[in-house]
């Protein structure tokens, strides 16, 4: 530990006596000053023991002793020495006095004791509480490093926490928990996770204090990693701040968490190039290949339902964002899943179907759209970089082509939606008519029915009203005559009108089909 006051009145060498302040010794010394400034407090950090002779002090007014003291103790100064047998033969009473009232240690200096003698007993005692501590720090950087390679992140974990003499935990990408030593610290640690969210937006390497929670300790986060975006966060709890053994400890803990840690980045990249390979020969027709060269890398995800997912964005961002949210739900969870790159834009994943890769990926999606509802507009943008999802039905490996293509159909819809995801099945369940709302469809319906407009226009007949409620009402005369409120030999000469115009039969059930569907296309958009 570092030298206190204390430490020097016990080295027998320097024979200082304690006139003042006894309950104070304890207080770590920073370094030793000398001067006989009036007011040296400008020249002080703090934590220093200050000597003087008092040779332009009036130590014995009592009013300037109590101006003097009060800026030394002001300043952080922890303890005055004061010579005697130089300019006073003892320590005057009004500096005793009021250094006892003011709570500041006040040692008595024999003339025989030169001050350099003090100042190269604290010298010498830093020096060697520093060197413990370099020594300490190796030793535990060794510890680290045997229980890395022997028991991994946990091993490591709990060498650390012993080592600070408090908690240890280490978080993934998404901010959730992965470990902790000890146990007990799995809930302290979880309750952290906003701070490490905030400390992952920061450019690498960031750290921070934070107090913990109620006030429980002082935690230090740090993230790992050394690319743009950190690849997982370390939490340091202890009772007080760190001394420089404990630095040492974790500083070589981020160090070495960080080599599993692009270690790790590095069997990814390679998992990847194999997953596209099995991807790959799925979407070929090649389910047995596909296994084959999977292995057991993927565990059981090409033995049982699995979905596709599709996701594209022209911010990488967001789509690294998806990976880290699907891939972390499945290490939590234990389950297989593959995730494959395809360029910049695109993401492919396979995930069980009803696991917690495919739940997280839609809560992930919600809460994308949860945040576009609280914007100022209420909408997406549709820009090109908003991230689109298509989800498909539950499939097998024989099956996989068509639920890739199920899986960019929904896509596709939840890009012309305004939404983020879309599932397959939503499709099958719900109605054609939402998909009527694009752009081309709406243009092809204009032109279909504009001839029938224009006529109408003119106030030569409701040609357009008519067609409507001929095909609301399957051809049937009567009824659709009803309808309209106009004699059915009206209606017929109407419909007639219509063949004559567009140069089509209503006979033919595809020209029935286009002019219904360009009829709800025309309504949709008024």
């Given at each position: ?387 689109v999802v298509g989800l498909s039905a539950p499939a097998g490996p024989i099956a996989a082509a068509a639920a890739y293509k199920q899986a960019e159909q929904a896509l596709s819809v939840a890009r012309r939606r305004g939404r983020v995801l879309v599932e397959h099945e939503q499709l099958a369940a719900g109605s054609v008519l939402p998909l009527l709302a694009d752009d081309a469809v709406r243009a092809f319906a204009d032109g279909l029915l504009r001839p029938l407009s224009e006529h109408d226009a003119t106030g030569r007949g409701d040609l357009v009203a008519s067609l409507r409620a001929w095909l609301s009402r399957h051809g049937q005369w009567d009824a659709a005559a009803a309808d309209l409120g106009v004699h059915r030999h009206t209606l017929r000469y109407r419909m007639r009108r219509v063949e004559e115009i567009l140069g089509r039969s209503l006979d033919d059930p595809d020209v029935r089909m286009e002019l219904w569907l360009a009829l709800k296309a025309t309504a949709a958009?008024?």
């Amino acid at each position: 530990m570092p030298p206190t006051l204390a430490s020097l009145v016990h080295h027998s060498a320097l024979k200082l006596t304690v006139r003042a302040g006894e309950d104070h010794l304890d207080v770590p010394v920073r370094w030793v000053h000398a001067s006989e400034l009036a007011d040296p407090v400008p020249y002080m950090e703090g934590g220093e023991l200050l000597l003087i002779t008092a040779l332009k002090l009036d130590a014995e007014d009592a009013k300037a002793m109590r101006r003097y003291v009060k800026r030394l103790v002001g300043a952080g100064v922890v303890g005055l020495g004061f010579a005697v047998g130089v300019n006073y033969d003892e320590i005057p009473e009004a500096l005793v006095a009021t250094a006892q009232e003011e709570g500041l240690p006040l040692l008595e200096v024999p003339r025989r004791t030169p001050f350099i003698a003090i100042s190269k007993a604290v010298s010498a005692a830093i020096a060697a509480d520093q060197y413990r501590s370099v020594t300490a720090g190796f030793a535990a950087q060794r510890e680290l490093t045997r229980q890395a390679l022997t028991d991994g992140p946990e091993g490591l974990l709990t060498a650390l926490a012993a080592q600070v003499d408090g908690w240890a935990a280490l978080y993934d990408a998404s901010g959730a928990v992965v470990a902790t030593a000890p146990e007990w610290a799995g809930r302290r640690a979880a309750r952290l996770t906003a701070d490490v969210e905030r400390l992952r937006d920061r450019p690498a390497p960031a750290s921070s204090v934070v107090g913990g929670p109620d006030n429980e300790d002082r935690v230090e986060l740090h993230t790992l990693g050394t690319g743009r975006r950190p690849r997982a966060a370390l939490a340091v709890g202890t009772a007080a701040a760190l001394g420089t053994a404990e630095r040492y400890a974790v500083h070589s803990a981020i160090a070495l968490l960080t080599l599993t840690t692009e270690r790790s980045r590095s069997l990814q990249a390679a998992q990847e190039r194999i997953g596209a390979a099995v991807l790959r020969m799925l979407l070929a027709g090649q389910p047995d290949h596909a296994r084959a060269v999977a292995g057991d890398l993927f565990g059981g995800l090409l033995d049982a339902p699995f979905r596709i997912v599709v996701g594209e964005s022209a911010d990488g961002a967001a789509l690294d964002a998806l990976a880290e949210v699907v891939e972390s739900a499945a290490a939590r969870s234990g389950e297989a899943v593959l995730v494959v790159p395809e360029g910049p834009e695109r993401l492919v994943v396979l995930a069980v179907d009803d696991g917690a890769a495919v739940e997280a990926c839609a809560e992930h999606a919600a809460t994308l759209e949860a945040e576009c509802a609280t914007s100022a507009t209420g909408e997406r943008t549709g820009d090109e970089d908003d991230l689109v999802v298509g989800l498909s039905a539950p499939a097998g490996p024989i099956a996989a082509a068509a639920a890739y293509k199920q899986a960019e159909q929904a896509l596709s819809v939840a890009r012309r939606r305004g939404r983020v995801l879309v599932e397959h099945e939503q499709l099958a369940a719900g109605s054609v008519l939402p998909l009527l709302a694009d752009d081309a469809v709406r243009a092809f319906a204009d032109g279909l029915l504009r001839p029938l407009s224009e006529h109408d226009a003119t106030g030569r007949g409701d040609l357009v009203a008519s067609l409507r409620a001929w095909l609301s009402r399957h051809g049937q005369w009567d009824a659709a005559a009803a309808d309209l409120g106009v004699h059915r030999h009206t209606l017929r000469y109407r419909m007639r009108r219509v063949e004559e115009i567009l140069g089509r039969s209503l006979d033919d059930p595809d020209v029935r089909m286009e002019l219904w569907l360009a009829l709800k296309a025309t309504a949709a958009s008024e």
